[in-house]
């Protein structure tokens, strides 16, 4: 079916689900396949079938997580089919993508205890009727060592030394073990017994999404378009969310705690988590944006706004509500520390021996233009740490992690030690 062959309405659609599709994503491999794919579906209704592969590793999702998921849940919308493929069996050797050394393989147990998890969880964001729930055990257990052997041959060593981690632990003489080779192999095998007509993953997942492509034209199949989205910052807004590193949103966290976190977000980040995790429309998007670029909309009130969708999806409105009245009432009527405050990091080369003189870090926040006016707002009682006054402009302070820096009453940064 060809673009010309559409009737306007039909066109119209195409460019709709595009635009919707697009949101976000740091690449699409490529562009004009996963174009002819939606004119195919819009011309005959014959859903695509977009997949997801994720491995149970770990047993909490995050927000991050959910840049993929809410991804698939736009597809669902416009009334595609979601493959979500459990990789309990790639699951027992672990993922070596940017991993500087062989992962420890998970047992069966683990495997079968994380993957519960992810079920209960996903489906906070995807529609049960529309998520084809699989897992890659069915297939690839059954796989005889000759059929291995065979899959094994479709691949060169240069080409999987083609992966930058691979190539850095070769040039490092650290050991890549043989079995790390077919993870991508594995996730490949997933697009070619399920005919995935899109794969959707993270930047990272590059290479293992386009071995599918590779396998399917292997096996005479068309192969899926490949839809890559971002890692997405963590509440320090450098670094990737993660667990590990205390920077993350817990899909499962209390309204309030969630609430509270995402109002330590830096302004900055505050449109690309409305863009990349949260519900709202392309159309709630852009006006978000102009008011946002015009001056109309005040930060903090946009963070708040986030703040509370972001409730509001995971707990429902009443919980939302609960959870801003009580930021408002912990804010502004009994003036105690404020949960929305950003987060600036402080880098251990900026001390000595632990501390940092107090007027130094007032214009490094960007609390005071110059030093004179640095000292100024300590002399007039406006500058506090923790809700303690600080009275000598010629103090330091011994930076701790999430101390709140206040400069007058409305002025507040969240340390972080780097």
């Known amino acids: 079916m060809k673009w010309e062959a559409l009737n306007s309405a039909q066109q119209q659609e195409v460019e709709r689900q595009l635009d919707v599709f697009s949101r976000g994503a740091a690449e699409i491999v490529p562009a004009e396949e996963l174009r002819n794919k939606l004119i195919k579906f819009v011309a005959a209704g014959i859903p695509l079938k977009i997949k997801l592969g994720l491995d149970p590793s770990a047993p909490d999702v995050h927000i991050g997580h ?97 992966r930058e981690d691979f190539t850095k632990r070769f040039q490092n003489g650290q050991a890549i073990s043989v079995h790390e080779f077919f993870y991508p192999l594995m996730q490949g095998m997933d697009s070619v017994v399920n005919e995935s007509d899109i794969e959707i993953g993270g930047t990272d997942q590059k290479f293992n999404i386009l071995m599918g492509r590779t396998l399917q034209k292997e096996q005479g199949s068309e192969p899926q378009a490949v839809i890559l989205m971002p890692l997405l910052e963590g509440l320090d807004g450098v670094r990737k969310m993660s667990k590990s590193l205390g920077n993350y949103i817990g899909v499962d966290e209390e ?151 206040q400069a007058g009453k409305r002025n507040f940064i969240k340390l972080s030690l780097m």
């Open 255 to 405: 309204p309030a705690e969630m609430y509270g976190k995402t109002m330590s977000l830096p302004d900055e980040l505050m449109l690309r988590y409305y863009e990349m995790v949260t519900d709202l429309s392309n159309e709630e998007l852009s006006d978000l944006k102009a008011a946002v670029s015009s001056g109309l909309a005040h930060p903090r009130d946009v963070k708040m706004r986030l703040a509370y969708t972001l409730v509001r999806m995971y707990h429902g409105i009443e919980a939302a509500e609960a959870a801003a009245q009580q930021n408002f009432i912990t804010v502004f009527q009994q003036r105690a520390l404020p949960q929305e405050a950003a987060i600036f990091s402080v880098k251990a080369g900026e001390l000595e021996q632990g501390r940092v003189k107090l007027v130094r870090r007032l214009t490094m926040v960007g609390f005071a233009d110059s030093n004179s006016e640095a000292r100024r707002s300590i002399r007039q009682g406006a500058v506090k740490l923790n809700g303690v006054k600080l009275e000598d402009v010629n103090g330091e302070i011994v930076p701790q992690e999430g101390d709140i820096l």
């Open 66 to 162: 959910t840049v993929v998921l809410h991804k698939l849940r736009q597809f669902q919308e416009s009334g595609h089919q979601v493959q979500l493929i459990i990789g309990d069996f790639t699951g027992r050797i672990g993922d070596p993508t940017g991993k500087s050394e062989t992962r420890r393989q998970l047992s069966e147990e683990d495997v079968q205890r994380n993957a519960a998890t992810y079920r209960g969880q996903v489906y906070k964001i995807l529609d049960p009727e529309k998520t084809q729930l699989l897992c890659n055990s069915d297939w690839l257990s059954p796989m005889t060592f000759a059929e291995v052997v065979n899959l094994a041959a479709k691949v060169t060593v240069a080409r999987m030394l083609e």
